[in-house]
């Protein structure tokens, strides 16, 4: 939140763009920020602010975070360490999903 005269707090919540579902409760934050991390997973998403003092502007911004179509997997085939010395291998075989 950005203003030149407005230096009080604003409450905020999080929904879900396509179903507008409510993602998180209504949070205030007393001043204009930063606020806390708050883990959201891939998708579209929109959050509702609104000034707790006059003038009470509500805005919305939309936003998306990016994320992998899948988890990351694969599967390993592991030589461990001898006594001879730094010997030991992981070798790791058809990853899939994730970004490469």
């Known amino acids: 939140i950005t203003d030149a005269t407005y230096t009080n707090g ?5 929904f879900e763009q396509v179903t507008n579902t409510t993602v998180t409760a209504v949070a205030n934050h007393p001043n204009l920020g930063p606020t806390a991390t708050i883990n959201l997973g891939a998708g579209d998403y ?17 936003f998306s975070i990016a994320g992998p179509d899948a ?24 990853p899939a999903g994730g970004w490469g």
Not at 10 to 14: A, G, L, R, S
Not at 75 to 93: A, F, R, S
């Open 46 to 62: 929109y959050v509702i602010i609104t000034q707790d003092n006059n003038p009470l502007c509500q805005n919305r911004a939309d």
């Open 71 to 94: 988890d990351i997997t694969a599967t390993t085939d592991v030589t461990p360490i001898t006594c001879v010395g730094n010997d030991g291998i992981i070798t790791i075989i058809n």
């Open 10 to 14: 604003f409450d905020y919540q999080i």
